[in-house]
């Protein structure tokens, strides 16, 4: 089955600084990527997404970026604030039945 | 209000026992899914239904079943509990498969 895989695991930087987190994927008929983010003691929630036909989706301090010949994904932060500190997930679905889970990276933006 | 409901949020058993966790989305959703959590933050699907019917069903041991009374309810049942079944488990739906998730606040299992 599709294996995703996240690095780095956690990160601590200033407010204010620009993040970027990796993400990889095996299977290459995976075609829809979101990204989640779970805050301390919240929910899973959806942040971005991109399609395998496309290779780059911006939203306010979000850039998501894909590259499907590497099978390779990358979220860049801008800007971050403390409210921003979360467990941020990629993900991938093969065929829109399921979405399979990297293992998250650990975003602490200290003031 | 919209949204994914879980209960219970919290439970303790002894390993052996039966338990029962209960999702219900009210946000017209087709499909709904079980996800387990591990103490690592890993999530890992385990089931996966559409308007009632089981479409994906990972390699999960057999103690484990989904179960559907209709496209808003999903329940999950673990017969004979194990330590490794401690967990958080966390229900989601959707309103096309696999387009954007709504998650619970998810069910924390202590298996003792």
């Known amino acids: 089955g599709e294996q995703v895989e996240q690095l780095p695991s956690s990160l601590i930087v200033q407010e204010g600084a620009s993040v970027l987190i990796n993400c990889s994927y095996t299977?290459?008929?995976?075609?829809?990527f979101p990204w989640y983010k779970q805050e301390p003691g919240k929910r899973l929630q959806f942040i971005i997404d991109?399609?395998?036909?496309?290779e780059r989706k911006q939203t306010q301090r979000l850039t998501l970026l894909f590259d499907k010949k590497t099978k390779h994904l990358s979220l860049h932060i801008t800007a971050t604030q403390p409210g921003d500190s979360a467990i941020y997930f990629c993900?991938?679905?093969?065929?829109?039945?399921?979405?399979?889970f990297g293992s998250g990276t650990k975003l602490t933006v200290e003031p | 209000e919209t949204a994914v409901f879980q209960t219970p949020n919290y439970h303790v058993t002894q390993v052996g026992n039966e338990v029962s966790f209960n999702c219900k989305q009210t946000?017209?959703?087709?499909?709904m899914y079980w996800y387990k959590q591990d103490s690592k933050k890993l999530l890992k699907i385990m089931f996966s239904?559409?308007?009632?019917?089981?479409?994906v069903n990972e390699t999960v041991p057999r103690r484990f079943s989904p179960q559907s009374s209709d496209k808003a309810h999903l329940n999950l049942r673990i017969k004979s509990v194990e330590p490794e079944d401690s967990a958080v488990y966390l229900c989601?739906?959707?309103?096309?498969?696999?387009?954007?998730?709504?998650f619970g606040s998810g069910t924390r299992l202590t298996v003792l």
């Open positions: 239904y559409n308007n009632k019917q089981l479409i």
């Open positions: 989601a739906s959707s309103s096309n498969s696999a387009e954007t998730l709504y």
């Open positions: 993900s991938a679905s093969p065929n829109y039945n399921v979405l399979y």
């Open positions: 299977d290459s008929a995976s075609v829809y």
């Open positions: 991109i399609r395998s036909n496309m």
């Open positions: 946000l017209g959703h087709d499909t």
